[in-house]
């Protein structure tokens, strides 16, 4: 998949970065036909954190002809999300939701699933490049094309002539970084200490099939997720405002095994379970730009906006993204006249926004008290299509308006 000429060549799409909304986009854009190349820095596998998918993804996999592979690589199923705090739980099942579509899906070791899925774009027909780092990207010359100026690990530069570039460099951030497209983002700073533990968990100790939100006794606005993978690992973490994980690295370890031990439910089932590997930092992870797109480009996932993981929401995101630059670039290239803003930004900022709405009430405390309230309602069913990430299906009012919904959700269950 490495191949490659030293000579300028011409692609109809280039793809920065290999990750999902890169392969998916890829894959979309081959099934029309369309020459496309994946430039990606790194070699995969290699790990990522994110392993908790969302129902509303399973479509795209389906559509980008990737979820026969997905399916049978034998991945924990998933068909929920459990929330616990102090001595309240609330567990919701993602197939029983407002809105159509998949269900159930997922939780993956991340550097199998995005090689997986790389790979299925490169059988399609992508020309896949590891190894390979884009240096500059030369957008808005009048009538000339966009050119990537390219380094390969053996020091060899090159160009690529592109009709048109997409960055799905993740956290990697390419084009904002390169072509100055940041702006402050609305999300407080935080971070997130986390690691595999080998669980042990017996069969009937916890329900496997959901990935567990617990907050921390004493700070509602700190939290961790537990996510059973298979083989009898789970992938676990703690989120909170970065100053209160900011430890050296030689203790992350145990500041991570403390702060789980604090929670009842987690010590409970991996209080003292092994970790599998060391316990990373990540931080300063949410990210904002002006717009998704330019003259020649547009921003896939997190190469655009990043939120929070309490959701799990960024895979979704990134493949929404894809699925929707994909058939609005594919119309483009075809002559029709495209309106990036209206086809594409427009209509990825609702469901980004939605989440938004969602997450900050989360932090706040309103979304945790309407998750822990007793009362099972109409409501639920809405809240639950969100949660397994249909945040773009506006027949939802808490899609629709998921602002003015919320705080009136979250009044009537203070009264109550």
């Known amino acids: ?20 909304a890169g392969a998916v986009a890829a894959a979309l854009l081959r099934k029309t036909g369309r020459s496309v190349l994946v430039l990606e820095r790194q070699h995969f596998p290699r790990f990522s954190i994110g392993e908790s998918l969302l129902p509303q993804s399973m479509a795209y996999l389906e ?20 929330f616990v705090y102090r001595d309240q739980s609330s567990s919701f099942d993602f197939r029983d939701k407002h809105s159509p579509g998949w269900g159930t899906t997922y939780q993956v070791e991340r550097a199998v699933f995005d090689d997986i899925l790389i790979r299925c774009a490169a059988e399609q027909g992508a020309d896949v490049r590891f190894g390979h780092t884009v240096r500059a990207v030369h957008t808005g010359l009048t009538g000339l ?25 993740g ?22 200490l986390f690691t595999h533990v080998r669980d042990g968990i017996p069969v009937d100790a916890s329900d496997r099939n ?8 004493e700070r509602r606005d700190v939290w961790f997720w537990m996510i ?25 370890d145990a500041t991570l095994r403390a702060l789980i031990q604090q929670e009842p439910t987690l010590n409970r089932l991996i209080g003292g379970a092994p970790f599998v590997m060391p316990v990373r930092h990540i931080g300063g992870y ?31 995101i990134a493949l929404r993204s894809a699925h ?55 409501i639920r069913r809405m809240i639950t299509a969100v949660l397994a990430g249909y945040a773009w299906d506006e027949s939802n009012p808490y899609v629709a308006d998921p602002v003015r919904r919320l705080t009136a959700l979250h009044q009537v269950c203070v009264q109550r």
């Open 63 to 82: 559509e980008a002809g990737m979820l026969q592979a997905v399916v049978e690589a034998g991945f924990q199923y998933k068909n929920g999300a459990h």
């Open 228 to 252: 059973p993978l298979a083989g009898g690992r789970s992938s676990v973490g703690c989120v909170a405002e970065a100053s209160f994980l900011d430890v050296p690295e030689a203790e992350r």
């Open 210 to 217: 959901k990935i567990c939100i617990a907050t921390h006794p």
């Open 1 to 20: 998949m490495n191949q490659h000429s030293s000579k300028r060549t011409t692609v109809d799409v280039t793809i920065i970065g290999a990750g999902p």
């Open 286 to 316: 949410a990210a904002n730009v002006e717009r998704l797109h330019g003259p020649g480009y547009a921003l896939l996932g997190n190469a655009g906006e990043f939120l929070d993981p309490v959701f799990s929401s960024g895979v979704t």
């Open 145 to 169: 094309m966009p050119l990537v100026d390219v380094v390969d690990e053996a020091d060899h530069a090159y160009q690529i002539e592109a009709r048109f570039v997409l960055d799905a460099s």
């Open 324 to 378: 929707l630059a994909a058939h609005t670039l594919n119309r483009q290239l075809d002559g029709a006249a495209v309106d990036w803003s209206a086809d594409y930004d427009v209509p990825l900022r609702k469901g980004i926004d939605t989440f938004r709405a969602f997450v900050e009430r989360w932090y706040s405390g309103e979304l945790q008290d309407i998750i822990y309230h007793p009362d099972q309602t109409s």
């Open 171 to 192: 956290f990697g951030r390419v084009l904002p970084r390169l072509l100055n497209l940041e702006s402050p983002t609305r999300m407080p700073t935080r971070a997130a």
